[in-house]
């Protein structure tokens, strides 16, 4: 069965400092699909990047970037040089290929930039 | 070419009342997902289907939920006789054909039962 665990509950960091967000997942698939969402305090869900299990190149976008780990099944998540506008939850979540294909969601960080 | 349309955007009901959630999936979408997320907690998937077929339901509750996706028309999650326990904000999120596509949600309903 699918499960995509984010320990850490909750982040504070000062403005500016780097953090990265942890994210562990189980499947037996060998293509899957993994996603990280940002959730703002206006509540609606932001699509931030889809990563497929056979590329395992690290992504940057901006201030943003992905370290896919297919070894240790990790898919952590930095911010560079954070900002106040960065405060949110953040979820890791994972697709199946096999059997029923829906998205689940890990229990989301909650990260607080501090000014 | 709109996103996934939930409405009502702020839904309240007082206890025993029906809720019905209404999900507008993307222009070309056939596959809805419906997601309850309590008050400072993740979202829990509760049913996928596609045109007029539930295909899992695993997560939805036994009793006063169901959830349609008629030929013609919006996706319709109601709730019958809610509950406190069932404020909540429901998200619905559509796809052309699961993950290898992505998936679009929608900006969610609040539920509040008084």
């Known amino acids: 069965a699918q499960k995509v665990t984010q320990a850490q509950t909750e982040i504070s960091v000062v403005e500016k400092e780097d953090v990265t967000l942890d994210c562990v997942y189980e499947?037996?698939?060998?293509?899957?699909?993994l996603f990280w969402y940002k959730q703002p305090p206006s509540g609606e869900l932001v699509f931030l990047i889809r990563?497929?299990?056979?590329?395992?190149q690290n992504e940057i976008s901006g201030r943003y970037s992905w370290n896919f780990q297919k070894s240790t099944s990790s898919f952590n998540f930095t911010i560079t040089a954070s900002q106040v506008v960065d405060s949110a939850v953040y979820f890791c979540?994972?697709?199946?290929?096999?059997?029923?294909?829906?998205?689940?969601f890990g229990k989301g960080t909650r990260l607080h930039i501090l000014p | 070419n709109a996103g996934v349309m939930q409405n009502p955007r702020h839904l309240v009901r007082r206890r025993g009342q029906e809720a019905r959630l209404r999900c507008s999936p993307m222009k070309g979408h056939s596959h809805v997902y419906w997601y309850r997320q309590l008050p400072e907690e993740g979202l829990k998937f509760m049913v996928y289907l596609q045109k007029e077929n539930i295909i899992d339901e695993s997560g939805m509750p036994k009793e006063r939920f169901s959830a349609e996706f008629p030929k013609e028309g919006p996706s319709i999650l109601r709730i019958q006789q809610v509950v406190r326990g069932d404020s909540a904000a429901y998200f619905c999120?559509?796809?052309?054909?699961?993950?290898?596509?992505?998936?679009?949600f929608g900006s969610g309903t609040r539920l509040t039962v008084v």
């Open positions: 999120a559509s796809s052309p054909g699961g993950g290898v596509y992505g998936y679009t």
């Open positions: 979540a994972l697709s199946e290929t096999s059997g029923v294909d829906k998205i689940i």
């Open positions: 990563r497929n299990s056979f590329d395992e």
């Open positions: 499947t037996r698939d060998t293509t899957y699909y």
